[in-house]
């Protein structure tokens, strides 16, 4: 019950501010919370706290443990298209590399060890190669060529390996894989981006496992192709059976060419307190002010393994009263949390407030040892479920959920999804990368997962993306925004609206950015039988239908631009990024090697590569037809 200095304290609270009772209190700190999203463990979002930040440079191969010749350092890489296996290289630093062609290929671990850990990085591999990153050398994320694979395994790229028991049936000894929830992937010789949040297991005082190890998220090329996934034991090819706190990071070298880049890592190696030796006392009734505990009688009470509701009937409206020991295993200074349905809290520790009741978070510094503390959650209104969460973090850790539930208020929206086979054209709003926004914009699916948004106004394609169609929550949910954005992995084209076609007095004059001079007039679009759109439009009293195709093997899309009355000095910019590299005939290498456009070879001759500020453009002359395929 309250100590009477804690009594007191609250009274006061409410003496400086008579007009509200102890519920008002309690619902304005609920409403305020309502409006906050609390990042707890397995909410499925990055961590974005203070924390220790490595990344390994790159430099030279000191960081890793007896690297095999296949492993070295360069400047940079590429990877052929048609040839399997097969990747250059260019001398310098900066990226990893793994090419077991010429010599024996060998895994590759880390000096160091990590427990749970926020990964990121970039890869690229080689046409039909075969890698994987093991966490703490145990358990494989795999990381293959699996471009176009229309429904992936848990073997395909961005994958959880499966587990292996050769004492199982035929058949059977592969089990508890999991497969990306989508293919993100990217072609051979792109950089792809992966993200990994991975929780360790974590073990008692005597070593027994009591919590499995967990990839709370990983996200593929944009896309969350994992969340809260619970791993049970070590994926085929671990280093050992033996699960631990604390093992080093593992690359894949024995299988296929493969290379990294900007390897960061965000390790919490401090050992997460626990919440023991609980009681609780649950008093029923709307609790309007601080009550008298000594003069209430607990409608249940009892022992519980962890701080949870979970604790039988409730009534309508409670006070659960929770009091135990915080096992501190390092002394460090800690922010607490909490986050409550239908009511709030007040949470104290060593006898000192940390969490008041008009408050949503609080920090302690705390020595390693037992400490005693008080939890209270007071529950007045009706709507959702009760439960609360409570987490705990430090510099070296991350939130860390002390209670069993987790709350996250009355603004979470299940999202609406619009399928390919469902809505094959949609006009919305688009935003882009520059904050600008796209209001006329159509988006156009295709069964092969392959899809794209076009800017009815400059007449251009703005991006396309491989996976599930759109997300139309924004446009569909109350009265919305009018906005969609894509579900899968977009390889954004314009970061900021643009014609596809200008004229240019000179290769260096500026691209223009209105319709001033240009006098572009939209003519709408046609379907086709299949619900293709073929785009109409004039500007400078040029004529201009604009097609765009999926290819067959769902690897990309085709352009096909007729130009009819074609205007003096006209000219069309085909890609524009922060680089563009002449590749091997008619194909570039577009934006840092993000995805690869192939002329025909009537226009090869006539492209050139322009630098404008800090940016480079791929520009052709407008002729008839002028066709190119966007492949990524």
């Known amino acids: 019950m309250l100590t009477k200095s804690i009594q007191q304290k609250l009274l006061r609270k409410q003496r400086t501010l008579p007009q509200f009772t102890y519920l008002n209190v309690l619902y304005r700190f609920l409403f305020r919370l309502s409006l906050v999203t609390v990042v707890v463990l397995g909410s499925g979002s990055f961590i974005a706290q203070a924390q220790t930040t490595d990344d390994l440079t790159l430099q030279d191969l000191s960081a890793f443990q007896d690297p095999g010749e296949s492993w070295s350092i360069v400047e940079g890489v ?24 010429d010599h024996q290929g060998k895994d590759l671990f880390t000096n160091f060890e990590h427990g749970d850990i926020d990964l990121e990085l970039e890869y690229m591999m080689a046409k039909e190669s075969n890698s994987g990153i093991y966490l703490q050398g145990r358990y494989e994320v795999q990381l293959l060529d699996s471009w176009t694979t229309k429904n992936p395994s848990s073997g395909d790229n961005g994958g959880i390996y499966e587990r292996w028991d050769e004492n199982r049936p035929e058949g059977q000894k592969g089990f508890q894989g999991y497969p990306p929830r989508q293919n993100a992937s990217r072609a051979p010789g792109l950089w792809q981006h992966l993200k990994i949040s991975f929780q ?61 880049r900007n390897i960061s890592m965000n390790r919490f190696d401090q050992q997460a307190p626990s919440a023991d030796n609980i009681t609780f006392n649950i008093f029923e009734g709307a609790f309007r002010e601080v009550p008298d505990f000594d003069t209430l009688t607990a409608v249940h009470s009892g022992k519980a393994k962890h701080l949870t509701t979970n604790l039988g009937p409730l009534p309508d409206q409670f006070l659960i009263d929770y009091e135990g020991t915080l096992n501190i295993k390092e002394a460090s200074n800690y922010t607490f949390e909490l986050n409550a349905s239908g009511g709030g809290g007040l949470l104290l520790i060593d006898g000192e407030e940390v969490i008041g009741i008009d408050e949503e978070e609080g920090s302690l510094s705390l020595e390693a040892g037992n400490i005693p503390f008080k939890l209270y959650y007071a529950r007045q209104e009706q709507w959702g479920s009760p439960g609360f969460n409570l987490t705990v973090s430090s510099e070296g850790l991350r939130p860390y959920q002390l209670s069993d539930q987790r709350v996250t208020g009355q603004s979470s929206v299940n999202p609406i999804y619009v399928e390919a086979e469902d809505e094959p054209v949609l006009r919305s709003f688009r935003d882009l990368p520059d904050g600008s926004r796209l209001t006329h914009a159509i988006s156009v699916s ?27 929550t924004p446009m569909w949910h109350n009265r919305g925004d009018g906005s969609s954005r894509p579900t899968g992995s977009v390889e954004q084209l314009l970061d900021q609206p643009a014609f596809a076609v200008a004229q240019l007095g000179d290769k260096q004059e500026a691209w223009e950015s209105d319709t001033a001079e240009n006098a572009f007039n939209t003519k709408g679009y046609q379907l086709d039988r299949n619900d293709n759109p073929t785009f109409k439009y004039q500007v400078y009293g040029t004529d201009i239908e604009d097609k765009i195709r999926v290819l067959p093997e769902a690897n990309g899309v085709k352009r096909t631009m007729n130009f009819q009355n074609i205007a003096e000095d006209l000219y069309v910019r085909i890609a524009v990024g922060q680089s563009i590299e002449k590749g091997n005939n008619n194909r570039y290498l577009v934006n840092d090697q993000s995805y690869y456009l192939e002329l025909d070879d009537s226009l090869n001759a006539e492209a050139f590569i322009r630098t404008i500020e800090d940016q480079q453009e791929l520009i052709v002359p407008a002729t008839s037809t002028l066709n190119y395929t966007i492949l990524f």
């Open 78 to 101: 590429s990877a052929s298209l048609e040839e399997a296996n097969a990747i250059s290289t260019r001398k310098g630093t900066g990226v990893l590399v793994n090419d077991p062609s």
């Open 446 to 472: 295709s069964p092969n997962n392959i899809h794209y948004t076009y800017d009815l106004k400059k007449g251009n394609i703005v991006q396309i993306w491989r996976g599930r169609f759109l997300d139309v």
């Open 200 to 260: 360790a297991p974590r073990f008692d005082d005597i070593g027994n496992k009591i919590e499995n190890a967990k990839i709370i998220e990983a996200t593929l090329n944009g896309v969350t192709i994992h969340e809260d996934v619970e791993l049970l034991g070590p994926t085929r090819g671990a280093i050992g059976n033996a699960e631990v706190s604390q093992g080093p990071l593992r690359f894949q070298g024995d299988h296929g060419a493969i290379a990294f």
